[in-house]
C-alpha cells in the first residue's frame, strides 16, 4: 500500500501579521523586536516596513510574515492577525483576527469597514497611561497582547537583546501585561 504525501498548503505553514499606526506609535521597533523575537525562535521571517510620503505624523505599516519553511511570497493581502494602533481606523487593513486601538472605535462601532468584534478592542492607550503612567507603552502593551495571540512562550524571549536599557524594566513590564490582559 502507498500513501502519497500531500505538501502542506503555503496558508497553513506561514503566518502572515500587519502592525498599522501612525509615526510614533513604535511600529518600527515593534516590528523589529517581534521579528528578531521570531527569528530567534528559529522561525525564517520576512518583514516589510510601508509608509507614507508625509515627512511627520505620517501612516506606517508593517508586514510580517513567518515560518518554519523558506518563505517563497514576502508579501500578502489579508493577514492572519492585524493589530491597528491609530485612532483612525484603516480600511485598507485586512486581517482574519484584528486587535484595534479602542480608542478608533469609540464606545460603539462606528460600523467601519475594518472587522472587529467587541473582545477585540482593546484600550491600549487607557491601559498604557493608567498602569505605566505614560502613554509611550502603548506599543509594548500591544507587542504582549500580540504575542499572546500568537501563541509565544514569554519565558523563551531574551528580551534584553531586542531593547535598550533605557526603560526596559517598564518595557518588559508592559508587555507582560499585554500578554495577561483580559478585558
Do not use: W
Not at 484595534?100 to 491600549?124: L, M, N
Amino acid at each position: 500500500m502507498v500513501h502519497k504525501i500531500v505538501p502542506v498548503p503555503e496558508e497553513l505553514r506561514s503566518k502572515k501579521i500587519i502592525l498599522a499606526g501612525e509615526a510614533g506609535q513604535g511600529i518600527k521597533l515593534m516590528a523589529h523586536a517581534l521579528a528578531n523575537i521570531l527569528a530567534k525562535l528559529g522561525k525564517e521571517i520576512s518583514l516589510n516596513l510601508v509608509y507614507d510620503a508625509a515627512v511627520r505624523g505620517g501612516n506606517i505599516h508593517a508586514e510580517i510574515v513567518y515560518s518554519d519553511d523558506p518563505i517563497d511570497v514576502p508579501f500578502f493581502e489579508e493577514a492572519d492577525i492585524g493589530l491597528q494602533l491609530s485612532k483612525t481606523p484603516d480600511p485598507s487593513i485586512r486581517a482574519k483576527l484584528m486587535l484595534i486601538e479602542s480608542s478608533a472605535c469609540g464606545a460603539e462601532c462606528k460600523k467601519c469597514e475594518i472587522k472587529c468584534p467587541a473582545s477585540d478592542r482593546v484600550p491600549f492607550e487607557k491601559l498604557a497611561i493608567e498602569q505605566f503612567n505614560s502613554p509611550i507603552f502603548v506599543n509594548m502593551i500591544a507587542l504582549g497582547r500580540l504575542l499572546s495571540k500568537i501563541g509565544i512562550n514569554l519565558e523563551k524571549v531574551d528580551f534584553a537583546s531586542e531593547f535598550p536599557p533605557q526603560f526596559f524594566n517598564e518595557n518588559i513590564k508592559a508587555i507582560r501585561y499585554g500578554y495577561t490582559y483580559k478585558d
